[in-house]
């Protein structure tokens, strides 16, 4: 590299091809970015001016509202899920229970497939033919959310609507999947139901909801949701919290956590209301809803040094597999988007290939293990009797239990709870633990992907447990520690080797467990296990939103930004409005181009030399056109007219599919060749870079500040007081290496 | 307020006199910015590209190592702290009670209250003598530090070494005073010693250090130490982690949480390391040290609709004497700061005053308890023999106890500890309760302001557990909750009602007791005592920062600065200097002005026109000036010679006390007259604004950025190309608010 790098590199005014389209839940759909600046315009001043104490005291009771009902719903949608669930698979399980203890092996595996097939079938059409948003986890599509990417259909309500039918269908089908991910989209899509800002179809125009027409706004309702989300799903209020901040949220203050505490706090109470009715028997199948999952309480409190060795190798080899899961979970989603493309009868003929390889395995590999004589002196049943419990019978004689059915043959809650289960060191075999957590893993792999919504934590939890116990077997009496421990470290190092987050992690199953003397020795497990991961590739979320192609900003610039200014990447055309302008000038720039903000520029004789003005946003231009403020001549109007016709609310972001479009103008040829005045309605005060400015310290001055649109503007006095405008994809790394192709190979 | 605010302000150009100094500890000392902009000129990019693989993975080794080393140090030193506490503590105690027990009554008081006195003293004067910046909790300014605010003791190491003897001397006083602010505050000297980038006076000039010499990489580290400060303080790794996340930090970042883990991580096991070797008895009277401090492990899971009534009452009422108690704390801390500026004898003549004070509360209110037969069927001895338990005898007759000497005869910890404790509802008379919680009241908040190194947080929990236990014994039989966890509702209250905290709290508290079915009613209390103190005033970390002068910069702009405009709160006078400069004209600028940073600015014949070329920061000036790369004539020398005489390094910001001053430049009559080229060592890409760019986007771009220097530029051409720049003092309130003094009446 020589010096001077900045100036070798000629100028070239390509357009921006960055795609703007990207995989949404299955289907592709356009993406647009949201709007986080405030628009500083004349309407937005003097409506803040105008702004009585009642108003910001209405605004800050609505937010605390939402929160409520944000906890609220969220618990309650949780609660209703996990009912559904345990009924319907309850069902399931103890036909195909009573059909095996009837030795009907044949009949128990028809009716086993078969209701998983229905439910694999039903969740899948929901999915295809209602909302294809819905499929996966939906953790990715939140996270691109809040960090600005913006796709239709990723939180409207028909979404919700399959996001909650789905999960309860896919789950309870014996899928190898969770409805944790699932929760959190769920969570985010009550939160923009709330911030929609209410519907003039069904009468909901109060003019409180008003205050939440703006991308901040619900940004922040968005973050609140997925906290709730987590919160829910794990019954982990503390973890909700941080999964939010870790994982989630791309901008964070204060005022937010303490927000997000609130409605966290409202899930927990929500659902330890509902447990404490359930407990007492009224819920059908659904038992116990504490706070606790999984009650370990461990007993042993010490460790000694071999005991410190093998959670290291642990932690070490579960990065391992976690992050070999992200590269395998990759290679399948690229060849199931494929499929997925060619329409909704694939999707669905995916599903129940899935769904019938499921079913085999869970069936048919517990043939393979030996019977166990049931232990002497348990408190529970066994053969177990009912619905859940450790000791199935499956095709054992009387007296006897399959370990390998227990698991299998359970939901994959009560699959996790047997394998934390203390006190339990002999009650599986290693062959068992091996054939099924060989199972888990490359079912978890084989069925993301497919379009039913799924989480990826349960599958991760249940194959790391599986692993931990397999680990603590193989041990056997070297290491002290209980196997239901190395379940509870296993599932840690798998969580941070595919996942990659730590502190979030390290709550919930804090809260899951209720271990908290075995803190450091989970501490210690994510640490080695994310660290050894780091070094092969990303975390799942951050692969699967590339593989989707969102354009994610992250927090750092690249390091070959700092070889590139900000003139280097600008892509034109670009088209500027004089502060007064031609309405056929603005009708064309809106119908040919795709922008969304255009740089207002002031001529003579309004000003002395042509110098930038402002930035006006294609949203306000068509309010604006569609309210025909228009004079004859080219004069300022002044922002009087303005005010009359219009409230500040009438520019605010409208809920989504509610915005004005280009095709609902009607402009006739005499208004076309009238004027209109900018001034009132554009952003006065845009964020500025100078051309020169290092292209690095104009990202993170984009990101920082969670911008839009960034202006570039000429160093020397003397030319166009405009060069370009920087957008989201103009800092894509396949924009800057696609001008640039040498810095590829610096790096 | 009429339309167009902004023009009928006339432009004053005065300058900002806004203070530079602050009260930092007991002392008022001289305050400046912390530079985290990356100063991107010729030499940092040629360094950039010259940097090896080597060097980013020295850079990354060093880092984590350094995060070990923190939470190595940091737990060391909690222990020891801990371990000296205990047994100095330990051994008045040990003392007063023997010569209770001999009805020497007289003598046991001598003893007790001189054992306090000489502790107080020769705390107060290693605090006023050596290092008065160490007097406090120390978190307030560790979070004016994370804003970006320097003063030059603040993290020094003799303020480490007061931080922890002097914090040793003063708990063993028997002060209502904790050690946990304080070691937060020596969390953060830990990692800003070892963030000095070595010392050449020991010879520890390794080249690996260098990478730390700038404010950005030691944020990082001193936002780790304080994390470690909490983390051995309460023994509470993940609350650690969240107090520096909710309180102490003003920049967040992914990457930062995951380091701050580790750190906290590694406190936990070298705590747990050797808490199991005292276990043994090989500390003297230090006992256990467990991970849990009080374990509390309710047997109660469940409440009633009259319990949550009477949890909503402990928050709110806790809520309101957590506000007071922030009040009264400012009031007192203003009285104390006159009569400590008078000198360091009065500083300790007043610590000696509030040790007699508090020696004789102790030992004094005890006198006015009745004494208790011993319950039956105790685990423990009745009355205690040892050091400290639930039952002191004081003046009672064998086979009795007083429960208030139990409560005031024992160190802080063990009285939360009884306070804390389930099953011992009957302990206590009402009576007992609330006099031990005025006396700690407001002894805590006499004490707060000493010159003694002192935590807020024990006195907060103690007195709120008192009230809490208070509380549940007025309702007795009304409401089921067991006592114990009332006194824990009442320092969480408190704690939410001083400190404002949610989360963290929330976090340290449950660490502390291991009491996670409580959760929802810890978080249901912080929410309401949060939330009933917030209508009264800050939290008392904001309050001190604000009564100790500290120009501390909030994360959203004041509503009034969206009236403003950044041009009209630049002060003058502005000084630039033309890219290639007369010696003469920058000694002159630099002797004159305090500035650290001068625009320079572009002539011709350099270029056609005036432009802002770059900003050159005082202390490169310095460097630059002590190289002597003078020519005689006004030309470009450019990069080559200066990249030969100097290392980016050598640019790199020194240890604090290290700088070059203005004094050390040697420059004879003739060098005087030279010039000198700034292009090699400006920064390039300063950050800038347009004048007319809203002064609230200009505050947020500035807090966001966390900037130094923000240019502001005109908007129209031909004028100069730079306005002024504003620093961290012209977004203060004060300042703005004294040049626009309409604005005040208006919010």
New interface residues.
Partial sequence: ?E?G?REPFLRRRTMNTASQLAVVGADVSPIESLDYE?V?N?LY??D??SRKKVQIFQYVVLKWTFALLIGLATGLVGFFSNLAVENIAGFKLLLTNYLMLKERHREAFLAYAGCNLILAAAAAALCAYIAPAAAGSGIPEVKAYLNGIDAHSILAPSTLFVKIFGSICGVSAGFVLGKEGPMVHTGACIANFLGQGGSRKYHLTWTWLRFFKNDRDRRDLITCGAAAGVATAFRA??GG??FA??EAASW???AL??RT??T??VV??TL?AFG?YCRSGKCGLFGGG???MFDLSSTA??YSTPDLIAVVFVGAIGGIFGSLYNFLVDKVLCTYSIINEKGAPFKILLTVTISLLTSCCSYGLPWLAKCTPCPLGLHEHCPTVGRSGNFKNFQCPQGHYNDLASLFLNTSGDAIRILFSSGTDNEFYISSLFVFFTAIYFLGIVTYGIAVPSGLFIPVILAGASYGRLVGSLLGTICGLDKGLFALLGAASFLGGTMRM??SV??IL??LT?D??M??LV??VL?IS?TVADGFNRGVYDQIIIMKGLPYME??AEPYM??L?AGNVVSGPLITFSSVERVANIMHALKVTGHNGFPVVDEPPF???P??CGLVLRSHLLVLLKGKTFTKDRVLTG?AEVYQRFGAFDFAKAGSGKELKFEDLAIDEEEMEMYVDLHPVMN??P????E???L??AA??FR??GLRHLCVVP????RPPIIGILTRHDFMPEHILGLFPQLKHQN
Same sequence: chains 1, 2.
């Fill in positions: 590299m010096m790098m405030i500083e004349d001043k003097q803040w001016r209020p503390v919290v941080l901040l870790e964070w203050r204060s956590l303490w505490f609130f966290t706090a927990a109470v330890r404490e504490g706070l606790i409190t010490s730590t502190v390290c709550v804090l809260e209720n908290l003397p803190l450091p501490m210690l640490l994310k927090a750092h700092t070889n200014v000003s002395d030399a110098e930038l922002p006065r005060s964020y500025t870079v100078i020169t400015m290092s690095a310290k993170v001055l920082e500040l160093k020397t006095p003397g």
